[in-house]
């Protein structure tokens, strides 16, 4: 079975500064990891994946991830957070393999300051 | 946008009546999944379907069903509609191991 964690429910940061969203994974078998972003009132739309290739994942809008096996963590980050960036962050993983779903974790709402 | 396709995007309806919402996935994805988010529940895997056939179930309630036709859309139906039924109504579709790509979603209330 697999699971996520997701620390920290919200998250502040001021403008320009940088952005850490933290995950901790569990999986029994090697996992694929994801983080998505939900703006207000629409769907959840994949930033970026992680399927056992490069361990450093960039993704859309200056995200990147690193995997780090030893720690079981998919951290998300962003050197300079910008106004646009306030949103639902959600980690989330499935095995590899077969057609196993994916699990999200509980999400992290990220607020901005200006 | 996605390429899922999620209709009707609100539906206001009373207790205990029935409804169904409707999933068009991305061109070419064989694989189906459906989720419930709400404020205290967060996002809830419902049920999964590849190629029309059931894959994997999550926490779906009884009163809930769902099905995949041949030209892959997906349905899924919600009955005896309670007022802890309201929510935010996911589909995703995937092809291979990738994430999933999620429509716009359908907005419950159940008044």
């Known amino acids: 079975a697999q699971s996520v964690t997701q620390l920290g429910s919200h998250v502040s940061v001021s403008e320009g500064a940088l952005v850490l969203l933290r995950c901790n994974y569990s999986?029994?078998?090697?996992?694929?990891l994801f983080w998505y972003v939900q703006y207000p009132n629409q769907g959840l739309q994949l930033l970026l994946k992680?399927?056992?290739?490069?361990?450093l994942v960039k993704g859309i809008n200056g995200f990147e991830a690193e995997f780090k096996k030893s720690e079981t963590s998919f951290h998300l980050t962003k050197p300079s957070a910008h106004m646009s960036d306030a949103a639902e962050y959600f980690c989330?993983?499935?095995?590899?393999?077969?057609?196993?779903?994916?699990?999200f974790g509980t999400g992290t709402k990220l607020q901005v300051i200006p | 946008d996605s390429g899922v396709t999620q209709t009707p995007k609100h539906l206001i309806t009373a207790t205990g009546q029935r409804v169904t919402l409707r999933c068009s996935p991305r061109?070419?994805?064989?694989?189906v999944y459906w989720y419930q988010q709400s404020l205290d529940q967060g996002l809830q895997f419902l049920i999964q379907?590849?190629?029309?056939?059931?894959?994997a179930k999550g926490n779906i309630l009884e009163r809930f069903s769902a099905q995949q036709f041949p030209d892959l859309h997906s349905e899924l139906n919600l009955s005896s509609l309670e007022l802890g039924d309201s929510a935010l109504y996911f589909c995703?579709?995937?092809?291979?191991?990738?994430?999933?790509?999620f429509g716009s979603g359908t907005r419950l209330t159940v008044v």
């Open positions: 995703a579709s995937s092809v291979g191991e990738g994430g999933y790509t």
């Open positions: 999986s029994s078998v090697p996992p694929y």
């Open positions: 992680y399927t056992s290739a490069a361990t």
């Open positions: 989330a993983v499935r095995g590899s393999g077969g057609y196993q779903k994916v699990t």
């Open positions: 061109s070419g994805d064989l694989s």
């Open positions: 379907y590849y190629n029309g056939e059931e894959r």
